[in-house]
């Protein structure tokens, strides 16, 4: 029987600790947190110092009851949930009810003599070695931090529980608000208004192909006229100045050389490595943390068992163990040479808000390589560790050196402007690739970026030298022939090009989560969350890879900023996650931090309950008559956006659907005939849409409510009965499913087109459309692999 009790959160890590810890040891999973607030009331004790009201979660009893039961037989308990705030969370309420289970009488057994003694350990990284350390060092729950994650669940709560309320009544039943998330969604609000005020202003250039003695030709941009700067702001301008060069000489005045760093980017943070992985493998950072979140539990590896891949993956630290340092550079010495070796280790700052409670991100062991792991990990594991293992081995790697060269050109005709025309030409020629060897950044067209210059991540030991980009670095691609200074070069051609500024970039989710750190707005742990959040109630919509605000996302932010600006205040939300931080390191008092936010947040509310505008109810007048009474068709706001319905409603239910034309005005939406009858009342049947797929309903409505999905055309491949119709998922997004369901449960999130596979025999292909826009005929019974090209109506292919 085992003497001691050990509980984890997930089941995958259990496993691989049992297997490490053996016999002696029970490892039970509690499958995240067991208690929580309860969802159909505050479940906070406002009046009693906000003391929160926690329940045991429905689907947690079971786990729990386990855990209890394991409990009763064992000496010592060691809870070992993540090393953070939820997990010191769940390791306090499993504490709490260890205690309050011990004592109690049960049929037919007698009284436990008293609890098993708690012990609070924690795991870095599930290794042997991690496991070993965390096991030797049992601690007591630390208050503090247990104190600061229910400070923020409570404050959370207390935002939530109120406003959502709030906002069904003003706007619409089902939407929700944050005190984070409404904060995110206002950062997105805000660029959307940035853009729309933007005022992009015309500017020119003059750039001159040049060539001397010996290859190659090459680009010089006029920057300098008599001495000044120059940018055209017009054509003319540009034509002016063109004629003052066309007929030359071109000289070379001087070629100055100089030699430029760019250091080793720092190891992976939670939000650093999200941004990557969103930028370089395109992997949403919800689904970066589930899949880092699988490195770190474990993997099964023949001939050595299960074994945690990465150190704990929630962390805003770049400190790395001495013991990983010496193994890195052990292996770089081994695998690239000396010349890739810095003298000594690079050293990295953390943030001035970091906690720095752990290691970043890196590989538990550097002997585990992405090459030696191909056959035993998934696609997407292979592909979050590799970046994770070449990051890491690039931050301890020697800085890339460049060459660069400025070649400035004097342009001196007689007659011409005093001091003459000023070209320049750079380009930049790497002379030792050091860390770029093994991870490349955006610069050399990878699309990956090597870390800030600045700030987090910065170099400040090893070789030292510059960091950052080489100023001529983005002129890489220019190769420049040898020169001389004095040359005379020959003018091939002259190219004066228009451009116009351009206004701030929509957010990426990538560049959301930057943005979200730099202001301070959540943690390491929250960043991923926050996102999706936003996604899935609708605020925001993700175009392209860009974060554009919805309607609904807009009319939601702006009432709540007139009501609430202090809870919508940027800085004020960082501040509030500082007092987060300073609660857990015991400076500051959990319900003094609550009752300074609560105190003027319930004046507020009761103030925006009185005040705020309600959107349900406004009517928007547009003059067009309602076709059946006569009366005026204004617009409303309902659960799918606005639409236009009549004002005499409810006595009139008439409704349509409207478009707003670039000059504000409204037109009417014809309905699109359906070509059946209604089988309830015999009237036409018409076309209308909802969140994007299309339905067929009865244009006696509101009298006649029959709906049927939409047809595609194709007949169900599975049961070959029903047809497959346009359906929406919870989230929005279309889907097609058989007309059948729930008898037939075929679906696809690809559209059906007909025909057979020609491997399998399965009724039926399928559009892809594969990244970049090409599309592909995929069969579309999983687990077939058939796909060929998608043919253009002239018979061409098109994919």
């Known amino acids: 029987m085992a003497k001691s009790l050990v509980v984890v959160e997930s089941p995958a ?83 709490d009810a260890i205690r309050a289970d011990a ?234 040479g000396e010349a890739y070796l810095p003298s000594a280790p690079n050293v990295y700052r953390n943030r001035k808000t970091a906690q720095d409670a752990h290691e970043a991100i890196r590989p538990t062991s550097i002997e585990h390589s992405p090459e030696k792991l191909k056959s035993i990990l998934s696609r997407d594991q292979l592909r979050l560790y590799r970046l994770i293992w070449s990051r890491f081995v690039a931050s301890q790697m020697a800085p890339a050196e460049f060459e660069q060269t400025a070649i400035d050109i004097l342009c001196d005709p007689e007659g011409g402007v005093a001091g003459g025309f000023l070209f320049r030409a750079t380009g930049s020629v790497p002379k030792f690739l050091g860390f770029l060897e093994v991870y490349q950044d955006g610069s050399n067209g990878s699309g990956r970026q090597a870390g800030p210059a600045t700030g987090e991540g910065e170099a400040t030991g090893g070789n030292g030298g510059e960091n950052g980009e080489a100023d001529g670095e983005k002129a890489e691609g220019n190769l420049l022939p040898v020169l001389s200074e004095g040359d005379r070069l020959d003018l091939k051609e002259l190219v004066g090009a228009q451009h116009f500024t351009q206004p701030p970039p929509r957010f990426s989710e990538s560049s959301l989560i930057k943005e979200l750190e730099e202001q301070g707005i959540g943690r390491p742990s929250t960043y991923a969350a926050i996102v999706k959040t936003i996604k899935d109630r609708g605020y925001v919509r993700l175009e392209e890879g860009r974060f554009h605000p919805t309607e609904l996302g807009g009319i939601v932010t702006g009432l709540l900023e007139e009501s609430f600006p202090k809870v919508m205040d940027v800085a004020f939300t960082a501040r509030m996650e500082e007092e987060l931080d300073q609660i857990e390191e015991g400076e500051r008092d959990y319900g003094r931090t609550l009752s300074e936010f609560y105190l003027p947040f319930s004046e507020e509310l009761e103030r925006a309950k009185l005040s705020m505008p309600s ?95 939409f047809p595609i055309g194709v007949k169900c491949p599975e049961c070959l009965q029903g047809e497959i119709v346009e359906r929406t998922s919870r989230m929005g997004k279309m889907f097609y499913s058989c007309s059948r369901f729930p008898e037939c449960r075929f679906a696809s999130w690809n559209r059906l087109v007909n025909g057979q596979c020609p491997v399998c025999g399965f009724n039926a292909m399928a559009e892809k459309v594969r990244k970049g826009g090409a599309t592909e005929i995929v069969c579309a019974r999983k687990g077939c692999g058939e796909k060929r090209a998608k043919k253009s109506e002239s018979g061409g292919v098109t994919g």
């Open 103 to 336: 004592g109690k009488k049960r049929k037919g057994k007698e009284a436990s003599k008293g609890a098993a003694e708690v012990r609070r350990v924690l795991f870095h990284e599930i290794t042997k070695k991690g496991i070993t350390q965390g096991m030797s060092d049992p601690r007591s729950l630390d208050r503090n931090r247990y104190d600061s994650q229910q400070a923020r669940r409570i404050l959370d709560r207390l935002v939530g529980y109120t406003l959502s309320p709030l906002l069904w009544s003003k706007v619409r039943r089902g939407l929700s608000a944050g005190r984070v998330q409404s904060v995110a969604v206002k950062i997105v609000c805000r660029r959307e208004q940035e853009i729309g005020s933007f005022l992009p202003e015309e500017y020119w250039s003059l750039t001159a192909c040049l060539a001397g003695s010996a290859p190659p030709p090459f680009l010089a941009k006029l920057v300098e006229a008599g001495g000044t700067k120059v940018r055209p702001r017009t054509g003319q301008e540009t034509l002016d100045l063109r004629k003052g060069v066309e007929n030359g000489p071109f000289v070379v005045r001087e070629i100055r050389k100089k030699l430029r760093r760019r250091m080793a980017p720092a190891p992976f943070t939670t939000s650093k490595i999200q941004q990557e992985a969103a930028r370089v493998l395109r992997m949403p950072p919800y689904k970066t943390m589930m899949v880092a979140q699988s490195l770190y539990e474990g993997v099964d590896i023949p001939g050595e068992g299960l074994i945690g891949l990465i150190t704990y993956m929630r962390t805003d630290s770049v400190r790395v163990a001495e013991e990983a340092l010496l193994a890195v550079r052990d292996y770089i010495k081994a695998a690239h």
């Open 13 to 95: 890590k259990a496993k691989t600790i049992q297997k490490i810890l053996g016999k002696g040891y029970k490892v039970l999973f509690s499958m995240g947190h067991v208690m929580d607030l309860p969802k159909s009331r505050l479940g906070v004790d406002i009046e009693n110092g906000f003391t929160p009201k926690y329940i045991v979660i429905k689907d947690r009893k079971k786990v729990l009851g386990d855990i209890l039961e394991a409990s009763r037989s064992v000496k010592t308990v060691y809870l070992a949930p993540d090393p953070d705030r939820e997990g010191e969370a769940i390791a306090w309420h499993i504490a």
């Open 615 to 709: 959107v349900k109810d406004e009517l928007i007048a547009t003059g067009i008559p309602c076709k059946a009474c006569g009366g005026e068709m204004v617009i409303r706001f309902g659960r799918a956006g606005k639409f236009l319905a009549c004002r005499n409603y409810p006595e009139c239910r008439n409704t349509s659907n409207f478009r707003e034309t670039a000059e504000g005005k409204i037109e009417l939406m014809p309905d699109e005939e359906a070509g059946v009858a209604c089988d309830k009342c015999g009237k036409p049947m018409v076309v209308r849409r909802w969140k994007g797929a299309r339905y067929i309903a009865c244009s006696g409505y509101p009298d006649c409510r029959n709906s049927l999905p």
